[in-house]
């Protein structure tokens, strides 16, 4: 999978708009991967991207407000590395940061449908 003919998408907070960047953690002061049991594995140095707009749909409604993050569609720079904790090959990427190239908000029904999905899974893994 080449940058060119890939899209990325990142599910984060709301608020920023096409031509900034997403930058990491380590930057920004804002929840990431780590903050959520991947701390082992995940980097406070990194912005996670997905190939698969679904994939950041679901971190964008986890995202710790009321109203959910946003999604994302971005370009990596920095170079682009497969996330070595995916099983999925072609799913997760790690970049320096990702400018973004479109905005594509969540509704407040597709927050708490897709936080009620997680809540029931919870459920039945305890």
Do not use: W
């Amino acid at each position: 999978m080449t940058e060119e003919t890939s899209r990325f998408f990142h599910g984060g907070p709301r608020g920023l708009r096409v031509g900034e960047y997403i930058l990491p953690p380590s930057e920004t002061g804002n929840r990431g991967l780590h903050d959520y049991g991947t701390g082992k594995v995940a980097r406070f140095d990194r912005v996670y991207l997905t190939s698969n707009s679904l994939a950041a749909r679901f971190f964008a409604a986890l995202y710790p407000t009321s109203r959910g993050g946003c999604v994302y569609e971005v370009e990596p720079a920095g170079e682009l590395v497969d996330d070595p904790d995916c099983t999925m090959g072609g799913l997760s990427f790690e970049c320096e940061r990702a400018r973004i190239v479109a905005v594509l908000p969540l509704s407040s029904s597709a927050v708490r449908r897709i936080r009620a999905q997680v809540a029931h899974l919870n459920e039945r893994s305890a």
